[in-house]
């Protein structure tokens, strides 16, 4: 069991914390025996009664003189690496003058940000940072774009289980996958389209016209483009007035060919509620192009088809990010075809405050997937984890990770195929080794001219499916992180290679269940001045709702890599 001693204002933070590093824990009580306590506060107990003390804090407190650390600098915003892994900081961080052994460096340097200063009989670790400020800010303002590929809240997890293990402490955790699975994935689609036949000489069709004629010759001049996809831009402008007068077929209505693409994966599709209505930007209006020309009542057969086919409608929101009204009335719109269901919310043009969670909430809706990026891809939680933001008490955020437009547009990322594929494969790698949903947008309109981001989208599906990959419809998939985060441990006790276990909570009926998964530390012997390096290995269980377990841990079912690694 884990103690937590926080400041009063980072208690929520803490919260959310554990239930993304979900293993046993409860805020302190004095006179309690603990295996770990773990500290922010100011105040730390001369002797808080653990076999492990872990103390972070950016700023020098009593227990460094206690201690007789000396502090080398303080400084902002730097990057801080492990044996194995690098990662940001973004508030303060306490560079230390070299005493015990640096356990975390200022990157490219021997400049220790962390030290093990403990004794033979309690290991004590000094941190420079705020761990739980860290959290608050990755979860409320997220990562700057540049960072966007670190997954730095996984870290923040994988550095403090690291630290427990080392010192020799069984650790009993859910992991934020199903059993059998690397990771979640799920397919999401905004609807700003539904076809082009409803844009008469306005600028999305001059738009089109650009982009399919001058937009395609610049692109194969380049080497961007190939002469098949020109052929086929040009091809769909020649025919656009006969997509007009209803003699062709309209090419932007794709849901046909994505029902081809994913087959049973099952995809959420979110939808904008009302026609020519661009909803509003701050205190002003939005631009008038953010408006879309479809509205959903007359849409209503497109998405019952859609339903019809095991897919998810959600709401593809315009004013429900800054206004509960508005967001009631918006949401009216998707129940009125759905029905009673718990329906999510993606905003159009990914419009959010930190304060959208509450709104959102206080509107009705189960969950939002707007938290990502219009300019790049990756995480900007630094977790790919659904998780309840700190100004929200029940809605889930399931962040949004792979965007089609911000890896392709010429004003974002601009990038190849070739090199968006790279991207999109690190991402992978990072949810494979950390578990959580990857989620991807590609909007409906990304398989027609001028995009043609179909083949691409059709290798995404490919390089996700090399790996044991759970896919889901955002509110299944937020359902299962609903009931991980229910779960809750009433008391964990191990003795030798028994482990028992009270719990609290009830297994999920038709949903993948949950993993427990009992760690087995095994500290290698260092070799002459080098620092230990762990020896992962762990048993996974998969939880079938029982109340009481008791484990005999044999032979670890898994032992690989460091997770921090």
């Known amino acids: 069991m884990i103690g937590v001693i926080s400041k009063p204002t980072e208690i929520r933070a803490a919260q959310e914390f554990f239930q993304l590093f ?33 103390v972070y804090n950016s700023k020098i407190i009593p227990f460094d003189h206690d201690r007789k650390l000396t502090v080398h600098s303080q400084q902002r915003k730097l990057w801080l690496e492990s044996d194995a892994a690098a990662f940001p900081v973004y508030g303060d961080v306490l560079v230390f003058q070299p005493t ?40 409320s303002e997220g990562q700057p774009p540049a960072n966007a590929h670190v997954p730095t809240l996984e870290l923040h997890i994988s ?16 992991p934020p996958v199903p059993p059998g699975y690397d990771f979640m994935a799920c397919l999401t689609h905004d609807v700003d389209f539904v076809g082009i036949r409803q844009h008469r000489f306005d600028q999305t069709m001059w738009g089109f016209l650009y982009r399919a004629l001058v937009g395609s010759l610049s692109g194969v001049l380049r080497g961007r483009l190939s002469w098949r996809k020109l052929i086929r831009n040009w091809s769909a402008a020649f025919w656009l007035p006969a997509v007009h007068l209803g003699l062709r077929p309209d090419f932007w209505l794709e849901f046909d060919r994505y029902a081809e693409f994913e087959k049973d994966l099952g995809s959420t599709f979110f939808f904008i509620p ?62 009125d075809i759905t029905g009673p269901a718990e329906v999510g919310v993606r905003m159009h043009w990914l419009y959010f405050s930190e304060d959208s969670p509450r709104i959102l909430e206080e509107a009705g809706f189960s969950y939002d997937s707007t938290f990502g990026y219009n300019n790049t891809i990756g995480f900007r939680a630094g977790t790919p ?32 195929e070739a090199e968006a594929l790279d991207a999109c494969k690190r991402l992978i790698q990072s949810a494979a080794r950390f578990g959580g949903a990857l989620t991807v947008n590609w909007h409906t309109r ?61 297994a999920a009926v038709g949903q993948p269940p949950l993993t427990l998964r009992i760690h087995h530390p095994q500290p290698a ?39 921090a690694g």
């Not at 030290?115 to 000094?126: C, K, M, N, Y």
């Not at 509003?280 to 497109?302: F, I, Q």
């Not at 490919?462 to 009433?490: S, Y």
């Not at 002459?528 to 998969?542: F, G, H, Q, V, W």
Request: net charge neutral.
């Open 385 to 416: 984890q659904a998780f309840c933001p700190l100004t929200a008490q029940s809605l889930l955020e399931l962040p949004l990770t792979i965007q089609d437009t911000a890896m392709f547009y010429a004003a974002h990322l601009n990038l190849p």
């Open 22 to 54: 979900k293993t046993p824990w409860e805020p302190y009580v004095p006179g309690r025996q603990y295996d770990v306590v773990l500290s922010t506060s100011d105040d730390v107990p001369r002797d808080p009664g653990a076999k492990v003390v872990l």
């Open 525 to 563: 012997s260092p070799a002459a001045s080098a620092r230990p390096l762990l020896e992962p290995s762990y048993s996974d269980i998969s939880w079938k709702g029982e109340a009481e377990l008791e484990i005999i841990v044999g032979a670890p079912k898994h032992q690989g890599a460091n997770h």
């Open 446 to 506: 990304s398989l027609s001219p001028e995009r043609l981001w179909g083949d691409f989208y059709l290798r995404l599906l490919e390089q996700m499916q090399t790996h044991r990959v759970w896919f889901g419809r955002a509110a299944e998939i937020v359902q299962w992180f609903r009931q991980r985060r229910a779960l809750r441990f009433e008391s964990v006790h191990t003795a030798g290679a028994r482990v028992w276990l009270k719990l609290a909570g009830a």
């Open 159 to 174: 550095i403090l289980r690291d630290q427990l293990l080392l010192a020799g402490i069984p650790l009993v955790e859910v």
């Open 100 to 139: 015990g052994r640096p356990c975390l460096r200022v990157q490219g340097t021997s400049e220790p940000a962390g030290l093990d200063v403990g004794e033979s009989t309690q290991r004590v670790v000094r941190v420079g940072y705020d761990l739980f400020q860290e959290i608050a800010f990755l979860l």
């Open 274 to 335: 009302y026609r020519n209505v661009p909803g509003t930007r701050g205190s002003g209006p939005a631009p008038g192009r953010r408006a879309a020309k479809y509205d959903l009542v007359e849409t209503r057969a497109h998405a019952l088809e859609l339903i019809g086919r095991g897919c998810e409608i959600g709401l593809h929101g315009l004013d429900a990010w800054r206004d509960p009204g508005k967001g009631r009335a918006e949401l009216s719109r998707i129940t």
